[in-house]
């Protein structure tokens, strides 16, 4: 079955909604193996989740994730890891393991929690955003990703009815939440961006006034000093933070060789390959060209079929190279 029928087959599943460690990201994550099989690979699951499908003395991964945002797109973490089992099937007699992330849009949970650490990570990853396209290129080399953090914020307000209680004698907790959501954006500057994307409110009824609010957020920004200073300019309660990372080392060597006229930019979305860098494994990250503007984390996320194949290609040759690299011991 050829790549871009395989995702169709995972988006049908949840269409477009497997959030991690849901019933749909198990599905997806049960249709994963049996592809991975049919490549002439062994399926393992780890404690935290993670597929792999392993062939020999697997130090070389490749792959992504399979859980997606909320009606998000068909290519998003799934794109990775189906071109990885192509790229598998298509190198019938190369150790290596193909390796689906448990869910990397709520964490990333599955690849911070990992045993074991490869001597070499490559991810495939739709670019979800218009650099690529706006440049007329098909692939690109990703040079590093932005650093991120995540919390939250919470207001404390006093529930009470909405209809008896006067405008002066509230303490509405949304209300606090929603001048936050200002502050928040106008905090980011210079390259930096902030997002309050989730806002939980209880008790959350329309005739009750919120007693309690609750903002997610979401900050990336270039360098680790321009992180430190969003953090502390928005104020809130960090969960995790992580730094720009680069991609480095015989990965990255092995993609330039095989696509010496590629573009490199930049990555402002996180991925799984930016754990796995962070934890200091040799890292490199393929991406191919969004189109529809680069619209991503929606159902318009789109790549063409001829776009993957070169993609699946250049996976494909890095990872023989890659492979024959490490055998010679280079
Ligand atoms: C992953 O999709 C992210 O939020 O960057
Ligand atoms: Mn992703
Ligand atoms: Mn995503």
């Known amino acids: 079955m050829s790549v871009p029928a395989r995702l169709d087959e995972l988006y049908a599943i949840g269409g477009g909604t497997r959030a991690g460690y849901s019933p749909e990201e198990d599905e997806a994550h049960e249709l994963a193996a049996g592809w991975m099989r049919d490549a002439g690979l062994e399926v393992e699951r780890d404690v935290p989740g993670n597929l ?187 969960a995790w933070r992580q730094d720009p990372v680069a991609m480095s080392g015989p990965p990255r060597e092995a993609l330039r060789a095989v696509l010496p006229d590629a573009p490199e930019l930049v990555s402002g979305a996180g991925h799984d390959a930016m754990v796995l860098a962070a934890a200091g494994v040799p890292t490199a990250m393929l991406f191919v060209r969004s189109l529809n503007g680069g619209a991503s984390h929606c159902p318009d996320e789109l790549s063409s079929a001829e776009d993957i194949e070169l993609a699946v290609d250049a996976l494909t040759k890095t990872l023989a190279r890659l492979s024959a690299s490490d055998q010679a011991g280079v």
Do not use: C, Y
């Not at 062939?55 to 945002?69: E, K, N, P």
């Not at 990885?84 to 690849?111: C, K, N, Q, W, Y």
């Not at 210079?190 to 309050?196: F, K, L, N």
């Open 52 to 238: 792999f499908g392993k062939r020999g003395v697997a130090r070389i991964w490749s792959g992504s994730h399979l859980d997606t945002v909320p009606d998000g797109g068909r290519f998003d973490g799934a794109l990775g890891v189906v071109a990885a089992i192509e790229a598998a099937a298509r190198l019938r007699d190369l150790p290596l393991a193909v390796v689906a992330f448990r869910a990397e849009e709520t964490g990333p949970m599955g690849s911070r929690r990992l045993a074991e650490l490869p001597e070499a990570f490559i991810e495939v990853h739709i670019e979800q955003g218009p650099v690529l396209e706006d440049a007329g290129e098909p692939l690109g080399i990703v040079s590093s990703v932005i650093g991120q953090a995540r919390g939250s914020k919470t207001f404390e307000g006093r529930a009470a009815h909405a209809g008896t209680t006067p405008m002066e004698a509230r303490s509405d907790a949304l209300v606090e939440a929603a001048r936050f959501v200002l502050h928040v954006r106008e905090s980011a500057q210079g390259g930096a961006v902030a997002t309050v994307g989730a806002v939980e409110v209880e008790p959350g009824a329309a005739n009750v006034i919120p007693g309690r609010a609750t903002a997610s957020l979401d900050l990336r920004a270039p360098t680790t000093e321009s992180l430190d200073a969003l953090i502390e300019a928005i104020g809130f309660d960090l």
